[in-house]
């Protein structure tokens, strides 16, 4: 079994982070090492959330594990709230790296145009460094301008738009640059690929459903760095976590008294061990 690594916040209450990347990352057959960041009761959707920051623990965690020389066969970050907190996480690939690890970066900044509280340009551009030592990013469109800088990119774009912005982010150093959210034609939407080496463009998408559920850039960089791990190649892991995403999207939607603050990914996770063809069967090897 392989054993992974994710660091990022847990948010107790709320779909996201964590709360997400654990559960799905077990569900596919993978042994998943945390290293929170932060705790909050909630996520930031909820008024007067409280906030307990772990970055001081963050070394110290590290430190022992590489005291009793644990290993992982890959690394996987989500939301960092802090400069320092990306130093650190540096620093963590530093230690933990070994040929054949995979380093998976999601730059959880901001959507629509938009960054999150408390985030401005020169985090964004800092957090291009980080990806710069990835060797798979996965940042929406909003993401991707404010980490290199430049305009975001309205909707009525073409593939070689997508191409050359892809381009420019696997500039910063990463292998493989994905960008999510990307909608090619219309009633679609999905992601798009491109390997630094090879300079293949990959694209994944599925119908666009007419509505947003916070978390799911957290169920889909979860799902796809399952795929990953699980020896999928590129393009069947993006598919992987397209359908898994939208399919978690069609089930909260089942619910007429769905929550307003997270997918159901839960109910999908069937969904998800199909498309990684898991059969859970006694005594089964993973």
Not at 7 to 12: E, G, L, N, T, V
Not at 44 to 68: M, S, Y
Not at 110 to 127: E, I, Q
Request: contains cysteine; hydrophobic residues 40%.
């Amino acid at each position: 079994m392989k054993r992974v690594l994710s660091i990022q916040d847990i948010s107790c209450v709320g779909k996201c982070s964590l709360t997400v990347a654990l559960p799905i990352l077990s569900a596919a057959g993978l042994e998943t090492v945390i290293l929170p960041t932060a705790v909050l009761s909630a996520h930031t959707a909820f008024p007067g959330f409280t906030f307990r920051d772990l970055t001081d623990d963050i070394r110290p965690v590290t430190e022992h594990w590489k005291n009793q020389q644990i290993t992982f066969d890959g690394l996987y970050t989500g939301y960092l709230g802090s400069f320092r907190q990306m130093q650190l996480v540096e620093q963590v690939f530093a230690d933990f790296q070994h040929p054949g690890m995979l380093r998976f970066v999601d730059p959880a900044m901001g959507d629509n145009g938009k960054l999150y509280v408390g985030f401005d340009g020169a985090f964004a551009r800092r957090m291009g460094k980080l990806c710069g030592k990835a060797d798979m990013i996965v940042p929406n469109l909003t993401e991707a301008a404010f980490m290199l800088d430049e305009p975001y990119l309205e909707p009525g774009y073409t593939e070689e738009d997508i191409r050359e912005l892809l381009k420019r982010l696997t500039g910063l150093g990463c292998g493989t640059a994905v960008l999510t959210g990307v909608s090619l034609e219309p009633g679609r939407c999905g992601v798009a690929a491109l390997n630094q080496t090879t300079g293949e463009l990959i694209t994944c998408s599925s119908e666009l459903l007419p509505v947003s559920f916070h978390g799911t850039g957290d169920v889909f960089a979860s799902a796809c760095f399952a795929g990953l791990m699980r020896g999928q190649d590129l393009e069947t892991a993006l598919q992987t976590a397209v359908d898994y995403t939208v399919e978690a999207m069609r089930c909260t939607l089942a619910h007429p008294d769905h929550n307003w603050y997270g997918v159901d990914f839960e109910s999908a996770i069937p969904k998800l061990l199909e498309l990684l063809n898991i059969t859970c069967t006694p005594g089964s090897q993973h």
